[in-house]
């Protein structure tokens, strides 16, 4: 079983701002799969589907971006899945918007979510898909993260979510980390 999972913040005030990234990244892909989260559990919104053979959690913690962990670690629990078997969504500053990198593991590189992620699952060892946001140059980060992308940051948004349900679709068929960081990365 594999679990993905997009980070970002609920409710209507955070739709389409940069640190909500993972979620319209999952949302992307939901639409392009004509799937929906169609449960609210886990402190989360997910469904469970069967792709290619494989039964797949898609999830968005409900949490806020600081506690995410505490919903992947329900799912991962209740499901029992390995942390090989999770690929998590996230925003990256320390990227160009709308580049995209893979990564098998490591810590958190201040990234809230990851951070929370790590100290709930107890480990650095789950896959993840960084999506560029590029680092505010004339604001706080905090403003930064929290407001949308404009037109021109868009288009770029839209074909990193492009490549994203590549990568998931690649995920989910069961290629390896090293595999997908040698042709996305």
Do not use: C
């Amino acid at each position: 079983m594999k679990l993905i999972a997009g980070l970002g913040n609920p409710g209507k005030k955070y739709d389409r701002t940069k640190h909500n990234t993972g979620f319209m990244a999952l949302d992307h892909y939901l639409e392009e799969n004509n799937f929906s989260l169609d449960k609210d559990k886990f402190e989360g919104l997910w469904t469970k589907q069967k792709i290619n053979g494989e039964d797949v959690i898609l999830l968005e913690p409900q949490t806020y971006m600081n506690d995410s962990g505490r919903s992947i670690a329900q799912v991962v629990n209740f499901f029992k899945i390995d942390p090989a078997d999770i690929l998590v969504i996230q925003d990256d500053m320390d990227m160009p918007i709308g580049k995209i990198r893979i990564r098998a593991n490591g810590k958190s590189g201040g990234h809230n979510g990851i951070k929370s992620i790590i100290r709930d699952l107890g480990t650095e060892k789950f896959n993840r898909l960084k999506i560029g946001i590029s680092h505010p140059q004339k604001m706080t980060v905090v403003s930064w993260v929290l407001t949308p992308f404009n037109e021109e940051q868009q288009k770029l948004m839209d074909d990193a979510f492009e490549t994203g349900t590549e990568i998931i679709d690649d995920f989910i068929n069961g290629h390896d980390s090293q595999y997908l960081m040698n042709k996305y990365n």
